[in-house]
């Protein structure tokens, strides 16, 4: 799956109208937004989740976007409209990795004007992935996945036991491919259950799409430098716009969501550039997309 590059401008403008090449999206770094507006005719197979996984938006957002009842049934060949607009991270430099937590995104910097964006699953509330910098120390293909002593636990507990190890195939939950990392036992890898992507489900490890774990895997070596970073609330402004993402506080990390809109915006320069009915009721929602929320000067 080659990196979408793309305009901020299309992406504002994007419609149910406007079609994207495809899930990951790629933008020049200085506007700080990855993704866009597609639409996306269902396929056989396809749910909410599995749509949403691929492309890095909660269910509940497709079925808002889309005025669905929330256990509606997709038909094949149904239009769906998709908005996979993030804002990145500060601090994405060419070669490196920062994965956004509660944004469950992951950004790569592929040159100087450009980053890549991919959905991610990370740690559940319980078994959180730690925030800090890291490196990555080990790449494997196909990897056996030697099971820590508090999954086996966990597994005995829940009566679904695990071997100590499991082999290469198709019931390796690490996929094809494994960045090991210099934290703890965590790594970065793929999946045998691509519908798990785009949540907080895993065990610490930052768990990726089959071809996002592939592209990934070919672009970073031995010693890539990455950093996990908590920022369930980003504002960024490109010209006259100013657009506004807010996820659930997934670790309870942040007292306020809407204080620290308005400390970002304060940040940014653009207080007096936000709506803030808007902005509000869009904290409120947490749908976890790039949301315009721009003073309508024309009212």
């Known amino acids: 799956m080659a990196p979408l590059s793309t305009s901020l401008a299309l992406a504002v403008a994007g419609a149910a109208g406007v079609i994207l090449a495809g899930p990951a999206a790629g933008v020049a770094a200085p506007d700080r937004i990855v993704g866009g507006v597609t639409t996306y005719a269902v396929k056989q ?3 909410l989740r599995i749509i949403g996984a691929r492309y890095g938006t909660d269910p509940q957002t497709l ?9 509606a049934i997709l038909r094949v060949g149904q239009r769906l409209t998709i908005d ?3 804002i990145v991270p ?15 995104m992951l950004y790569y910097g592929v040159e100087t004007d450009d980053v890549r964006g991919m959905p991610v699953a990370a740690g559940q509330r319980g078994w959180p992935t730690p925030i800090g910098e890291f490196t990555v120390v080990t790449k494997k293909t196909d990897p056996s ?3 820590p002593a508090s999954i086996l636990e966990e597994a005995r507990q829940r009566g679904r036991p ?3 190890i499991v082999p290469p195939g198709p019931a390796n939950p690490l996929g094809k491919f494994w960045l090991g990392l210099s934290v703890g036992h965590l790594g970065i890898h793929g ?3 691509p519908s798990s992507v785009y949540g907080t489900v895993t065990h610490g490890c930052i768990r990726l799409g089959p071809d996002d774990i592939a592209w990934l895997y070919a672009q970073v070596t031995v010693g890539t430098p990455g950093r996990f970073v908590y920022e369930p609330v980003l504002v960024t402004a490109d010209g006259s716009e100013v657009f506004l993402e807010v996820h659930a506080d997934v670790y309870q990390r942040t007292a306020s969501a809407s204080q620290l809109a308005r400390d970002l915006a304060s940040a940014e320069g653009v207080m007096d550039r936000v709506d803030w009915v808007l902005a509000d009721a869009i904290i409120a929602a947490r749908h976890g997309i790039a949301r315009r929320v721009t003073v309508d000067i024309t009212r």
């Open 145 to 147: 996945w030697e099971v």
């Open 191 to 193: 999946t045998n259950a």
């Open 162 to 164: 695990l071997p100590a």
């Open 84 to 86: 996979n607009r993030h």
């Open 63 to 71: 079925v808002a976007d889309n005025a669905l009842p929330p256990s």
């Open 90 to 104: 500060g601090g994405v430099s060419p070669g490196a990795i920062v994965v956004n937590v509660p944004q469950r």
């Open 45 to 47: 197979g396809d749910t």
